[in-house]
């Protein structure tokens, strides 16, 4: 009788249930051809503490999917549902793709970021829990997103004329000892270097590389700040030690070895060629033979005549001036008395 009971009333319940509103959909197939959105992983850091990290990032428009902290034991907060997205590339791109906030997942660390000192810019250092923290939380992410390590950028990365983030402190290196991002093979760089040490590149090279690496970079030809903005870029995560966006071997070798990790080494540059320019001698003039010594012009020993004055047409024909007899010396009349020079006076100041 329980049992009866308990049966119309779940039937009871069933028809007073409200039927779901829209369109019903039937889940039984699902189809291969697909693959998730998320294609890249933005680090950055956020330039502030832990409190003030979480308001700016919950409470004004730019957000990111997770913010690890920087406590003794880290916390990832995830803010942003990873079906969207989330408001933390802006303005970027990489390879062929722009704007990234719709096609990655975007990753704060709290973090100082930088600060201006009399000796130049200092960055400020990751602490190991924070870094201990990420890499699982990376690792998860690109498995389930089938994302490639290459595609593992920082801010500067993606937006390399604006931003830096996450500076050239940032351990990529032990991420990639994780296996999460791309690294240089060390012999193949080492193999490469005397290449480049023999004669550098030029900067349609430097370009070329940069973007075919991923870099938005205008390929000009020309050593402008973009350009050395890009390297910069570059170096700071793959070669900190020096970051000042100037081309070298180090970097050639870097850019050398991740956009041809297999291929065939370049070969060695010859060294320019030595353009000298024979001395011709002159049209009309033949070689001087040794031991002869120059002819004399023709009359060249012979007392120069003047040459006639022809007048002006209307112009008199000057007469020739008769030779005059030597001048007497003049002699004083008789009783005249001849006083010597007197020296002039000094002109007084």
């Not at 409470?59 to 913010?67: F, G, K």
């Amino acid at each position: 009788m329980k049992t009866l009971a308990a049966t119309l009333l779940i039937a009871l319940l069933a028809g007073c249930a409200t039927p779901p509103s829209g369109p019903q959909y039937d889940h039984t197939y699902t189809a291969k051809g697909q693959a998730s959105r998320a294609r890249f992983v933005v680090l950055h850091y956020t330039v502030s503490d832990r409190a003030n990290s979480i308001k700016i990032l919950t409470q004004q428009e730019v957000s990111a999917h997770y913010l690890v902290t920087d406590d003794p034991v880290p916390t990832i907060y995830n803010l942003v549902d990873e079906r969207n997205a989330a408001w933390h590339a802006g303005n970027s791109s990489w390879k062929n793709f722009t704007q990234l906030n719709n096609s990655s997942i975007g990753i704060e660390i709290v973090n100082p970021g930088w600060k201006d000192t009399p000796n130049g810019r200092v960055y400020a250092p990751f602490n190991q829990a924070q870094v201990d923290a990420l890499i699982p939380l990376v690792r998860d992410i690109v498995t389930r997103h089938h994302i490639a390590p290459e595609n593992v950028l920082g801010h500067s990365d993606i937006a390399p004329l604006r931003k830096q983030d996450p500076g050239p402190m940032f351990p990529w290196r032990q991420l990639a000892a994780a296996g999460l991002v791309t690294w240089p093979d060390a012999n193949r760089v080492a193999a490469i270097v005397p290449i480049f040490q023999a004669q550098l590149p030029p900067v349609a090279w430097y370009q070329k590389k940069l973007a075919t690496w991923g870099y938005g970079l205008v390929q000009s030809g020309v050593w402008d700040e973009q350009t050395r903005t890009v390297l910069a870029a570059f170096q700071m995560k793959y070669r900190p030690a020096n970051i000042a966006g100037v081309p070298d071997v180090e970097t050639a070798a870097l850019l050398e070895a991740l956009t041809n990790p297999a291929g065939p080494l370049p070969p060695v540059p010859a060294p320019p060629p030595v353009i000298t320019t024979p001395v011709l001698p002159q049209p009309g003039y033949g070689p001087v033979q040794p031991g002869q010594p120059a002819a004399p012009a023709p009359g060249y020993d012979q007392p120069l005549q003047p040459a006639p004055v022809q007048p002006l047409p209307g112009q008199v024909q000057p007469q020739p001036v008769p030779p005059q007899p030597p001048t007497q010396p003049l002699t004083p009349p008789t009783g005249a008395t001849v006083m010597p020079a007197t020296p002039a006076a000094p002109i007084q100041q």
